[in-house]
């Protein structure tokens, strides 16, 4: 029998998840020691049971890797018979190639651990790069929530906007793909993509700059899709770009809040006039309920129709 899992980082999916597919769950805890190390234990019985762990690797993203694994090898003490892993938000996702010489292969390296912990399969949400789950170890599934996220933000966006003065956005060339899945969803017959060139300095992290800005933005009102933000400098630079060529609004929808300290009172501060986020990482490194331009969309009513 399917048995729903969660740790410390995605109880809120987890139980949504639980309840949209009838499953009992079960609470895997986390219990501290002074000298930072931790345990976990299983606070019910697994034994020949399917078990589906709900668990995002993020921020701390050490400590939630670490807790995933002991929560796979308890599930194994435990006589589990199978184990697999929905991770709404990947850690590491982005770290999936050699960019300089001498570096690891991050991603590669945590997918070849969590095989070796004998994960049956893994489900994971907008990763950065499609690509980078091909040839793994293990099966993998990307799914995208940018069709949910549209219907989600399409009656917010339509109260306040025409339909005509809405262009959908992504604030660099590598995430048109992904704006055009959004756009797809929320406007099929909406008007043409706009994207923004960047220039990144792999030398210094999180530190890109909008260089030319592809498409009309006058008197538009313009939503930048980004898959992840960190710094928000990205968003930042691209919506600066926007409005400086005449665009009327510009707003942003972020699908995994991988903000930074610091990240999130930045784009309140920046000429965004709202910031909408998904809940795959259910608790960002601040409070976003602090910052009034931020509206977060919580992603539990998808899993209904997963696995």
Known sequence: MPVVIYGSNCEKNARQFSKLKKLPFIKA???????????????????????IIIHSICNPTSNSIIELF??????????????????????????????????????????????????????????????????????????????????????????????????????????????????????????ELVFIEKKRDLNKTHHSEAI???????????????????????????ADICLKKGARSVSALIVHTDLARGAAEKLQKSDLSSIFVSNTIENPIENLAKFDKFTTIPIGDFFKNML
């Open 29 to 51: 805890e986390k219990i501290p020691f002074s000298n930072s190390e931790f345990k976990i234990r299983i606070t019910g019985k697994v034994k020949g049971d399917e078990c």
């Open 70 to 191: 002991f929560i796979m090898n308890a599930l194994k003490n435990e006589g589990a018979a199978s184990i697999r892993l929905v991770i709404p938000y990947l850690g590491y996702a982005r770290q999936h190639k050699q960019f300089l010489k001498g570096e690891c292969v991050s991603l590669k390296t945590l997918i070849s651990c969590l095989s070796a912990l004998e994960a049956k399969d893994i489900t994971t949400f907008d990763i950065h790069n499609d690509r980078s789950i091909e040839n793994c170890a293990i099966p993998m599934r990307n799914i995208s929530l940018l069709p949910y996220l549209a219907s989600k933000l399409q009656p917010i966006l339509l109260k306040e906007f025409s339909v005509q003065s809405i262009v959908i956005a992504s604030p660099d060339k590598g995430g048109i793909i992904r704006a055009a899945l959004f756009r797809d969803a929320f406007l099929p017959n909406g008007n």
């Open 212 to 238: 030319f800005l592809h498409g009309d933005v006058l008197n538009k009102n313009i939503l930048l899709i980004d898959d992840i933000s960190t710094s928000g400098g990205t968003l930042i630079n691209a």
